[in-house]
C-alpha cells in the first residue's frame, strides 16, 4: 500500500490544496460570466475550474519522471493481460488510476458544452489528450511505459464518468451562446 500513495500521494495532496483556490475562482469565473450574460454562468464555472482541477493533478503525476520500466506498447490488451498475475495493488493502481486519469474531463466536458453533448466526442477528446500524454512519457524519456492500454484506460475513464453526469449535460443551452 505504501507504493500506492507514493504514486497517488501528490494527486491527492495536490488537489487538497488546490480546493480553496478552485472554489475562488468559480466564484470569480461565476460573477464575470453573470456580467457578461452567460445564460448558465454557475455550471459552466463549475465545469471549467473542475475540469482543470480533477485532471491536472493526474496529467503532473503522469509526466513526473520516474524510474520504473520504460518502453512503448502498441500492441491493445497485452499489457493489461500482464496485469492477470499481477499483485492486486498493481493492477487497483495500474488500472484504477488510468480510469481516473480523465475522469473529471469526461464528466464536466459535456456539462461545459452543448457539442460535447455526446459519449463518442467526449471519448475522442479523452483519446486525444491521452495519445499525447503517452507520446510526451516517450519523447521526455521520462522513465515510464507508454502503452495503447493506458490509452484505452484513459478512454474509458472519460466516457464513464461522462454516462455518470449525462443527467446535466448542457443540452438545453443553445451552442451558439456558450462563450468559447
Do not use: C, K
Not at 461565476?30 to 448558465?40: D, I, K, N, T
Not at 464536466?108 to 457539442?115: G, I, N, T
Not at 495519445?131 to 495503447?148: A, D, K, N, T
Not at 464513464?160 to 449525462?166: E, G, K, M, P
Amino acid at each position: 500500500m505504501a507504493r500506492t500513495w507514493e504514486l497517488w500521494g501528490t494527486v491527492i495532496i495536490a488537489g487538497t490544496f488546490a480546493l480553496p483556490v478552485a472554489l475562488l475562482a468559480i466564484l470569480l469565473l461565476f460573477r464575470h460570466r453573470v456580467r457578461a450574460g452567460h445564460p448558465a454562468p454557475l455550471r459552466t464555472a463549475i465545469a471549467d475550474i473542475g475540469i482543470v482541477v480533477g485532471t491536472a493533478p493526474w496529467i503532473w503525476m503522469t509526466l513526473t519522471p520516474s524510474s520504473g520500466q520504460t518502453g512503448v506498447g502498441l500492441i491493445p490488451f497485452t499489457d493489461l493481460a500482464d496485469l492477470v498475475t499481477a499483485p492486486w495493488e498493481a493492477v487497483f493502481v495500474q488500472v484504477g488510476g488510468n480510469l481516473l486519469v480523465f475522469a473529471a474531463l469526461g464528466a464536466l466536458l459535456p456539462v461545459r458544452s452543448r457539442a460535447m453533448s455526446s459519449t463518442a466526442r467526449v471519448a475522442a477528446v479523452a483519446a486525444a489528450f491521452s495519445v499525447i500524454v503517452e507520446v510526451l512519457q516517450y519523447v521526455l524519456r521520462l522513465g515510464r511505459f507508454s502503452s495503447v492500454d493506458d490509452v484505452l484506460l484513459n478512454t474509458a475513464g472519460a466516457a464513464i464518468f461522462a454516462l455518470i453526469t449525462r443527467r446535466w449535460w448542457a443540452v438545453r443551452i443553445p451552442a451558439e451562446t456558450v462563450p468559447r
